[in-house]
C-alpha cells in the first residue's frame, strides 16, 4: 500500500512537472490549450477511478508517456517540436512528423487501455474478438478526435491552423487515423501478453 501511495505522488509530479513546463511562454496560448486539454481529462478520470478500477502500472505509465508527448505538443506546436526538426534533418524528410508520433500514441496507449477494461469486465471472450474490438475502439477513437480538430478549426478559422498541423498535407487526417491503426496493432502484439500478466497478478484468478 505504501509502494502504491508513493508512485501515485511521483506519478502525479512528473504530469504536473511536465504540464508546468510546457505551458511556460508556449508557442501559442490557444494552442497549448486545445493540445493539452485530452491530458486533463485524462486526469480526472483516473483519479475518479483510482479506488473503484485503478489500472496496472504498465497502462499509468504509458499513459504519462503520452501526457508529455502531448505537453512537447503544446509548448512548441506539432508542426515545431525539435524532435520532429531534427528527424527531418537526420531523415530528410519533408515536414516535421512529430504529429505522426502522437497519433501512433493515440493508438498505442488506448489500445493497452481498452484491452485491460474489456478483460477485466469480461467484455468480449476469445482472443481474436478482444484484438479486434480493441483496434476497432482505437480507430473509433483517433476518428472521433479528427472530427473535434475540423469542429474547431471550422468555428476559429486560421486560429486552430496550428492545431490541426497538416503542414499543406492534403492526406493528413487519413494518415494520422493509419498511425493510430499501427499503434493499436503494434501495443497489443508486443506488450499485450506483458499486460495479461499484470491483470492476473493483480486480479488472482481473472481470465485473460
Known amino acids: 500500500m505504501y509502494q502504491s501511495r ?29 493540445e493539452v486539454f485530452p491530458s486533463w481529462i485524462v486526469l480526472a478520470l483516473l483519479i475518479a477511478t483510482r479506488k473503484s478500477f485503478p489500472l496496472t502500472p504498465l ?17 512548441y506546436t506539432y508542426a515545431e517540436v525539435p524532435l520532429g526538426e531534427w528527424a527531418r534533418t537526420v531523415f530528410h524528410q519533408a515536414r516535421n512528423n512529430y504529429d505522426k508520433l502522437g497519433h501512433f500514441a493515440q493508438g498505442f496507449v488506448p489500445a493497452l487501455a481498452a484491452r485491460e477494461i474489456l478483460i ?5 471472450n ?7 474490438l480493441t ?3 482505437c480507430l473509433a ?4 478526435y479528427e472530427l473535434l480538430e475540423w469542429a474547431v478549426a471550422v468555428n476559429t478559422g486560421s486560429g486552430a491552423d496550428a492545431f490541426l498541423g497538416t503542414q499543406g498535407d492534403p492526406w493528413d487526417t487519413q494518415t ?3 498511425m493510430a491503426l499501427i499503434g493499436s496493432l503494434i501495443a497489443q502484439i508486443f506488450l499485450g501478453k506483458w499486460l495479461g500478466r ?9 481470465k485473460l
Open 141 to 144: 477513437f483517433s476518428a472521433l
Open 126 to 132: 476469445g482472443q481474436g474478438w478482444l484484438f479486434f
Open 59 to 75: 497502462v499509468y505509465t504509458l499513459i504519462l508517456l503520452h501526457c508529455f508527448i502531448l505537453f512537447a505538443g503544446g509548448r
Open 6 to 34: 508513493y508512485l501515485k505522488w511521483i506519478w502525479l509530479g512528473l504530469f504536473f512537472a511536465g504540464l508546468l513546463a510546457s505551458g511556460i511562454h508556449p508557442k501559442d496560448r490557444f494552442t497549448w490549450v486545445l
Open 176 to 178: 494520422d487515423m493509419l
Open 135 to 137: 483496434c476497432s475502439i
Open 120 to 124: 477485466r469486465k469480461r467484455i468480449v
Open 198 to 206: 499484470q491483470i492476473a497478478g493483480s486480479l488472482p484468478g481473472q
